[in-house]
């Protein structure tokens, strides 16, 4: 046997000393308090903190806060903080079973990333505080048996550290239980540095033995009187489950001198004296870095699958990801349900016909609580679905294992053992003897270990542990529960699993056990790390009950050795997340995760300021307004006749040279690199500015960047940043004396109010294509679905199945939501080619299409950010710009032709403009109407329609139905007589008549 793994720990790193000083300096000015030894044999004392009745000077704690906030600000102390105007102080009832009284507490906030040694800061900080002020009592609150256990756990493994550090002094510590409530004389009377250890649900209830009478204890005072009577300084662990209106009373109800709170990821953040940013953490090598490997099946939409999201209120609804059928075509997409909706219906997917009606939906207080139960029985919790694709958990399963071995071989010289956490989605997936989760894994190990050699001589079920409590130690059955156990016997089985778990840490983490593969459910999302884990799998079908944030932060602390030293290559800490879905959702949906936790990414866009754009009546009442509108205002109708046979021959031809879709696995590799942006103005004159733009990211790469820009400059373009999306120049001015630039997405800088956010700054993903395994899938009634969609009878469908090679119609069984996609797709295109080629337009001269005034209003509001000024022959004073193109059209060539007397009326056609088209090509609306005069007497006018593309071969156009609705545009204001054109905004030709060299296209 080695000799045991010990945990060592660095007692001068800086940023957890910064954390621990900001928490100690609030109390600067107080006098140290001296307790005295109780005399031998008393009974029924307390030692308090502080006097039973007397408040702390909350100006003194105020003047404090202020002081520690500016110093970490401006010597860089952890992240940038603002500094407060008042003190924030929880004012309210404790608990009804208590009495009646208002308690008031200062609280305070420190908030650290997950994996920077939160524990330890507040535990240091305990011994500072009695060191420096004689506090001696303590409570730390947990919100789960998870995280109890897992501080007990620090507290043991920080002793020896502690006692170092502080002339071998210990510290006491009271696991609170209630069937040892006696053990309350001891903390109330101690004066050794004591701290309890309490879970919230321990006195958040009338029933608890906390507020109870007991002969356990002497005198009249009950369990919670003792611990109000020590006036105790509370530390919350992971504050953000503690905010609900009842956790406070009860919080208040044990009337702490003051509480500080502690967390990564802080709802609620009152007097905030320190900050450690993820972004911080991630640059300055404190946790890992974070890789993601992006797993997903494309092409595949044959397996059913239904899963419940969420339930939301007002009104009660549920929200369900399942198969929906949108034009004849299968996608997962989510859907709200509620009461008596049929899930049918709502997805037009005949699979779920038997489902009937939704029956039931529950909202409880925990996620895992709400369901939603449909008229056939079945019943989904965020926490169960139907939905299992072994493909998509083979290639999870089996990418963790290969990196976890390819990593192994790599560090095993290093004395660095490496973990990897499965988070599964249902616990009988991994415990019951046909589990497919274990299996798979079984299959995966036993294949991929030969080429392993450390692994060679050992099996599947020596190297993995599914962390699920079982009833005995003997059982040969595994009775896995989760981990908010609703009986007594159910919570006793949790908790004596986790003490395995916590107990057991050192041992994990040793060469000498061979468990190295861990499997769990929703136990592990808080309380639960390990330095070594390396790999995080998440099997799970669910982002709701663990946050993809929680399960990546039980692998971000920086890994051990053998002899329990931090580990400082930054090439060695590195987390792979291996994800069950495409890699750029996993790391958008990770950044929102951030961003919703308080690390700001560019805001959402506000809603433009909306701005008046006035009508010019003397053009709206000229005759070159009046005699133009008249031609276009008229109703025109559409007849099509398309050859059935030719039709059918073409389909068939299309269908025999297409590749219908395999199921492929995609595998996208990259890292998840966060970045911070500050854009402040130095200098600024009445046309343009001069910007310092600074970019930091997490991995040490940035740029700094000064420049010059003016109103319509964009910065994303300028430095070829996406990041910088929106931040296109709208306005340079001053405001009451004061600098400022605003930009199009409403965001205002000053000259002294810089503007920074947070962001993920991907990097570009590796990719790698596998095959799935041919499986063979029920096909359904295409030939019904794609009749009803593309409006063409049963028996001409048949006759274009019938003609294509039977090659082509055996891939329907391989694949057959893929393959029905494309052979509608095609009859689609097929179609609408028929339609453009044959439609012909009829004019009804006696009605009229639109009310003018209702479609030219005298005033329209109009976003500022996209209106430019229209010049004189504008038919509104401004012009909404929708892309660079009109902008360009418009600018350099339509009021560069104004100016040399040509151009004497234009405008854009108002979006309720449409004419109308076959449903399955789409309505259409145009651009610019524009009136041109081109002889000196003005005797020649040409009445034009522009459409502005980026570019005018119209076989290049990105969307094909582009190109169709432009054909018929065509012929329609041919039938009209107004010229009809395609341009960019270089055309300089663009009054020009003839277009055939222009659209490079054969319409025969």
Known sequence: MGEKLKFQYDADQQFQLDAISSVVDLFEGLPFQEQNELLSGAINDVIPNWPKDEMLDEILLFDNLQMVQTRNSFEGRGSSIEISNDLEVDD???????????????????????????????????????????????????????????????????????????????????????????????????????????????????????????????????????????????????????????????????????????????????????????????????????????????????????????????????????????????????????????????TKNVDYKEFGNVREIRFGKNEDEQSITFDNEVNLSVSDSIFSKESIFRAQIEKTISVHMQRQQVLKEQGIKVLSLFFIDRVKNYTSDEGLIKRIFDECFERLKHHYPIYENHN????????????????????????????????????????????????????????????????????????NVFQICTLNQTNSIVKKRQEIGRGLRLSVNQKGNRTENHDINILTVVANEQYETFVKNLQKEYRDDGTYAPPVPKKPEQSEVKRKDNMYYSSDFTELWKKINKKVSYKVEVNTDKLIEDCIYRINKIKFPSPVIEIKTGRFVMAEYKIAIIEINEYNAKLKIKMDNSIGNGFENELYVKAGDDLKKILKDENLRGFKVLHIGEIYGEPFLKFTNEITIKSHEPYNFYTERAEKPKREIEETKNNTYPVPDFITRTANETKLTKSTIVAIFKGISSKQQEKVFLNPEGWISEFLSQIRITLSDHIVDNIEFEIDEDTDLYNSEELFPEM???????????????????????????REF????????????????????????????????????????IVRKYDKEDRLKLELVRET???????????????????CAKKYFEKIGVNYRVVTGESHDWMELNESEQLAIDTE
């Open 92 to 346: 309210g009832m404790v608990l009804e079973v208590a009495g009646n009284d208002s308690v008031r507490v200062p609280n305070f906030t420190i908030e650290m990333e997950t994996g920077t040694g939160k524990t330890y800061v507040y535990l240091r900080t305990l011994f500072e505080l009695r060191k420096k002020y004689g506090f001696t009592k303590f409570i730390i609150v947990v919100p789960s048996v998870a995280i109890y256990q897992g501080v007990l756990k620090s507290i043991d493994t920080m002793r020896n550290h502690f006692r170092q550090i502080y002339d071998n002094q210990d510290i006491s510590v009271m696991s609170y239980d209630s069937s040892k409530i006696g053990e309350l004389n001891s903390y109330a009377s101690s004066t050794d540095l004591t701290v309890m250890v309490m879970t919230i649900d321990s006195f958040n209830k009338a029933g608890n033995n906390i507020f109870k009478n007991t002969e356990k204890l002497a005198g009249q005072m009950k369990p919670y009187e003792y611990i109000q009577n020590t006036r105790p300084i509370l530390i919350l662990d992971e504050a953000q489950n503690f905010e609900t209106k009842k956790s406070k009373e009860a919080i208040r109800t044990l009337k702490p001198l003051v509480v500080v709170r502690y967390s990564a990821t802080h709802t609620e953040t009152p007097n905030l004296l320190y900050k450690l940013t993820p972004l911080d953490a991630f640059k300055n090598n404190l946790v890992k870095q974070i890789e993601v490997v992006g797993i997903s099946e494309l092409d595949n939409i044959n397996e059913q699958m239904l899963r419940l999201l969420e339930i939301k209120r007002n009104p009660l609804r549920a929200v369900i990801r399942a198969t929906v059928i949108h034009q004849g075509e299968s996608s997962e997409d989510d859907i709200v349900l509620k009461k008596d909706d049929s899930l049918f219906l709502k």
């Open 890 to 929: 418009v600018q350099n060539l339509v009021k560069r032709d104004v100016e040399k007397d040509h151009t004497v009326l234009y405008f854009k056609f108002p979006p309720k403009f449409k004419i109308h088209l076959p449903k399955i090509i789409g309505n259409y609306n145009p651009d610019w109407a």
């Open 949 to 967: 593309k980026g570019g005018i071969k119209l076989d290049e156009l990105r969307f094909p139905h582009e190109k169709r609705k432009i054909l």
């Open 860 to 886: 329209v509001k109009q976003p500022q950010r996209e209106l430019i000024d229209a010049g004189s022959a504008g038919l509104y004073n401004r012009v909404q710009i929708d892309s660079e193109v009109e």
């Open 460 to 531: 599947a079920t020596e190297v993995r542990e599914g962390y699920f409590a079982k009833p005995k130690i003997d059982s040969p059955e595994e009775d896995a529960v989760d981990t908010n156990g609703k009986t007594k016997p159910q919570r006793e089985m949790e908790k004596r699993a986790f003490e395995l778990i916590m107990k057991n840490k050192e041992q994990l983490l040793s060469f000498e056990e061979p468990v190295s593969f861990i499997f769990a459910h929703s136990a592990l999302k808080e309380g639960w790390d390990n330095p």
